[in-house]
């Protein structure tokens, strides 16, 4: 994996979909997902030439402080606390089961930090039905990765919210996708894409 | 978009320069802006810190000085403040008797506010706000909402710190206060976050949003706009179904506008919250109405209530000189 690149484009993805996250969330939320989530990608993007010279469970680590530090709101310290969690769960060199086992203690760690479980329309959405299907593992699982992660965002519409202020809205938040979930979404298929 | 900005990248920055600057008598900026503190801190006091998005102007930096907060941590426009900031104001503050948070019920502000709690080497404990009677589901784990009654909390625990009350009796009192303390807004019309350059929602001409929460996110529902009579009705109703109080309770009566209301209005809202406060027996006490928990320039109010004794109306009278609130100096 070329690292640099890898940020560069998962950082980017955010950037360029500023409006369509910040849409979003002025339908369920307040507004500003959009705009947060391009702040941290903008912030990590500025330390890029410090980033690139770490292993990748350093530049985690890095770049999760960037984002508890920087992103402000709940996904500062939910998407931080996802990279930090991976910088230090992850092997240097690692295969689909070990991103799958990391992955794992990332999602008890953001159910903890967010007094979330799966089901109540976050990012846990996406996350865990992608951490299953890499731990099953098998043929065209980058693909398959990728496509779950976009479905499942996807089906985050259906779902009540029960986290977040989205719940405040009961009934009315159906029908709309969880701007997190669709962040996480975006961030995951580009990794794919890179890989 | 049609702002006195000059870049929206530069407003928040610009403001709390500007803030610090009108105040200077007051308050001072910490380093990188990460927070703003008293002036003057005074040794053996709890520190009281609290803060959240910016676009609540005078919330809450507009709160920091004699009588109420230490120090208060701005996020950007309507995005809570990070850890580091608010480990940063905890440290500068800290005055040899712990720290009090005192923290509005969203679930970034708690998230960010308790990582910083958990970092923070000192003695130190949370007040949440959770006033807002809107949202009707609250069996939802998230809760209310925390919104205007922040100002009331901030006030009365504010004074008690002044007198030397301890970290414990602070974070009990705060949370008694809380549980006393319930509110309900309307939106006539929406914000505008800057970076954002668009409204946040639309809003026929003829609607208002019943419920709505300080950062133009929805409420209850969407219906037809109608008279003050009848808004001050549903809200002072809400919030007197919650409170359940008895006939006689003295209280105290916060009317607030949103940022785009004038007080012509408020003060209409005030002598139609009065009469139903009157109806249901409900003595009001103490009266405060302006533009203190704002939503940008959205228009609309938020009513509060709160059941005051002898002891915090004492509290609620004692000297306050902040930016925003300044009396019995």
């Known amino acids: 994996m070329d690292l640099k690149r890898t940020l560069q484009a998962c950082t980017q993805v955010l950037v360029d979909h500023v409006e369509e996250l910040t849409e979003l969330d002025s339908a369920i939320g307040d507004g500003d997902h959009g705009l947060n989530m391009r702040r941290g990608a903008l912030a990590i993007q500025a330390k890029m030439a410090d980033l690139e010279t770490k292993s990748l469970n350093d530049a985690l680590k890095a770049m999760g402080m960037t984002c508890m530090s920087t992103v402000g709101g709940s996904s500062g310290p939910v998407f931080g606390t996802l990279m930090v969690t991976l910088g230090k769960e992850l092997p240097a060199q690692p295969a689909s089961a070990d991103v799958a086992r990391a992955l794992a203690a990332g999602i008890a760690a953001l159910s903890k930090l967010g007094k979330v479980e799966v089901g109540q329309k976050t990012l846990l959405d996406v996350l865990d039905p992608v951490q299953k299907v890499l731990a099953a593992g098998g043929g065209d699982l980058v693909a398959r990765v990728r496509q779950c992660a976009l479905d499942s965002a996807q089906a985050t519409a259906q779902m009540d919210a029960i986290k977040g202020r989205a719940s405040f809205l009961g009934d009315r938040a159906l029908g709309h996708v969880d701007p997190g979930s669709r962040s996480m979404a975006l961030i995951i298929s580009t990794l794919c894409d890179t890989l | ?329």
């Open chain 2, 1 to 329: 978009m049609k702002k006195l900005i000059n870049d929206v990248e530069t407003v928040l920055a610009e403001s709390l320069d500007g803030f610090a600057a009108a105040h200077a008598d007051i308050v001072t900026l910490g380093a990188e802006r990460q927070f703003v503190r008293r002036r003057n801190v005074k040794p053996g006091k709890v520190a009281l810190i609290s803060g959240g998005g910016s676009g609540h102007e005078p919330l809450h930096a507009g709160f920091v000085g004699l009588g109420m907060l230490d120090a208060a941590c701005p996020g950007q426009v309507f995005t809570s403040p990070t850890p580091d900031q608010m480990l940063a104001a905890a440290q500068s503050v800290e005055a040899g008797a712990g720290v009090l948070f005192i923290v509005k019920n969203y679930s970034g502000d708690m998230m960010n506010f308790e990582m910083a709690a958990e970092m923070l080497d000192r003695e130190n404990a949370t007040v949440i706000v959770n006033d807002d009677v809107a949202v009707e589901n609250s069996t939802y784990t998230t809760g209310r909402r925390g919104v205007a009654g922040t100002l009331i909390v901030e006030k009365i625990v504010g004074a008690a710190a002044e007198r030397g009350l301890k970290l414990a009796e602070l974070k009990a009192l705060g949370d008694a206060v809380n549980k006393s303390t319930a509110s309900m807004g309307v939106a006539l019309t929406s914000c505008t976050v800057p970076a954002a350059g668009k409204p946040t929602f639309q809003i026929g001409i003829d609607e208002m949003e019943m419920g709505v929460g300080i950062h133009g996110e929805p409420g209850r529902r969407r219906v037809k706009h109608t008279t003050a009579d009848e808004i001050a009705e549903e809200l002072t109703g809400s919030i007197l179904k919650d409170l359940a109080l008895k006939p006689g309770q003295e209280v105290i009566l916060l009317v607030n506008g949103f940022g785009g209301t004038p007080l012509l209005e408020l003060y209409v809202m005030v002598h139609a919250a009065r009469k139903v406060l009157a109806g249901a027996g409900v003595k009001v006490a103490r009266f405060l109405t302006g533009s203190y928990v704002t939503s940008l320039e959205m228009a609309g109010c938020s009513i509060t209530v709160s059941a005051a004794d002898s002891a915090t109306l004492a509290l609620w009278d004692a000297p306050v000189h902040t930016a925003a609130l300044r009396w019995g100096v």
